[in-house]
Structures are given as C-alpha cells and as structure tokens.
C-alpha cells in the first residue's frame, strides 16, 4: 500500500525564519505536486515536479524531489504570516492523476 | 471562467437518506475526479473519470456511485447516507495525458455534508 507521509504536520514559526517540510512516499512515482490549502477553502496548486532533481520556485516557497530518496521538499525562506495554510504534497504513482495525498502540514506563521 | 463549480455548499442529511453533488468544469479538461477530506486527513479519491464516458473507482469509492453526464460534468449520489460519510468533498478536473505532462488538478471550492 503506498504511503505518503509529512512531517512535521504542525509547524508554529516565526516570521523572517527559515524552514522545511518533507515528503516521503513509499513507492515510485511519476510526477509529485504540491497544494496549498487555506482554511475554509479549497486547494491551490503550488508546484508540479516531474523528474528527479527537479527543483521548482515561487516567491519564498521552493520545492525539490529526490525521486531515488522517494522524497520531496518545501522550503520557506524568510516566512511571512500570508504563508500560513495548510500544505499538502501528493504523488501520482500509476501515472493517471489519480492522487494519493499526504496528511498535511499546519503551518503558523507568528510576527 | 467558473472552474470547476460544485452545488451544494453545504448539506445535512439524516442517515439512510440520498442526495446527488454535482460538479461541473469550463477549462474543457477529460479528466475530473471526487475526493473526500476528513478532519486531519489528506485528500482521498473516491472515483475519477479519464474521459467523457468512462469513470473508475479510486481508494475509497463503496457507498458512492458517480456519473460523467457529458465533457463539463461529473456528478457523485450516496445512494443511503451513512454517518461515516460525514465529510468535505472536493470535485476537481485536470487535462491530463502525454501533450499536459506538467499539468495539475483544479479543484472546486467543496460540499460540506453532515450526515445525522
């Protein structure tokens, strides 16, 4: 059964900070997303990453995949409170879409 | 453009009861999908539709039929609500084959449906 797993799921930062949430999945797979998701509402999508090595930015978010680790990170750099949402990888292990989501990372972000 | 629309917003039900959400995209993509989110929990699918016609069933698809009525529309029915489908269903849509490799998954704004 494929697993994908985030860690940390709740993450209380300061602005200014630096950090990083993982993404292990247990299985290959074809391409990996990443979803932003505020409260009461729907999903954004953040990145797709499709190969191994891939590395992907927007803003402060920075994303990579490491398909040889079955792992994929989101890094925040310098943190600002509009970051706070919920974020949620998802990987695509028969490579028709059909998602199989990590739990989802809380994240807070404090002035 | 809409996106990807869902109606209702929000709905209860009693147990035993049925009701039909329905979900409807304007971006012209074949593929569309129904998830359910559940408190602490990713998103999990229910069934997908590749394309106008065919539909297929996802990790968590018992209690749950759906129906690909055209291109624009996917729709998903509880035959009989159970509690356990108290939830937050999310409806999306992607243009997914070869040609849109880099392609990602739209998602509606969610029915939230409490079952009593």
């Known amino acids: 059964e494929l697993k994908v797993e985030q860690n940390p799921l709740f993450l209380s930062m300061q602005e200014g900070k630096n950090y990083t949430i993982y993404c292990n999945y247990s299985t290959t797979s074809d391409r990996l997303y990443w979803y932003r998701q505020d409260p009461g509402k729907s999903l954004e999508s953040l990145f797709v990453l499709l190969s191994n090595g891939a590395v992907k930015q927007e803003g402060r978010l920075m994303a990579s995949l490491d398909t040889k680790a079955r792992l994929s990170t989101l890094h925040i750099t310098a943190a600002v409170h509009d970051l706070s949402a919920t974020y949620f990888c998802?990987?695509?292990?028969?490579?028709?879409?059909?998602?199989?989501f990590g739990q989802g990372t809380r994240l807070t972000i404090n002035p | 453009n809409a996106g990807v629309t869902q109606t209702p917003k929000f709905q209860v039900l009693k147990t035993g009861q049925s009701m039909t959400l329905q979900c409807a995209q304007d971006m012209n993509h074949n593929s569309m999908y129904w998830y359910r989110q559940d408190p602490g929990m990713g998103l999990r699918l229910i069934y997908y539709s590749a394309s106008e016609g065919t539909t297929d069933k996802g990790e968590v698809p018992n209690g749950y039929n759906v129906s690909r009525l055209n291109k624009r529309e996917f729709s998903l029915r509880l035959e009989s609500a159970a509690p356990s489908q108290t939830s937050v269903y999310f409806c999306?849509?992607?243009?997914?084959?070869?040609?849109?490799?880099?392609?990602?998954?739209?998602f509606g704004p969610g029915t939230r449906l409490t079952v009593l």
């Open positions: 999306a849509s992607s243009e997914y084959g070869d040609r849109a490799r880099t392609d990602t998954q739209y």
């Open positions: 998802a990987v695509d292990p028969q490579g028709a879409q059909k998602l199989v």
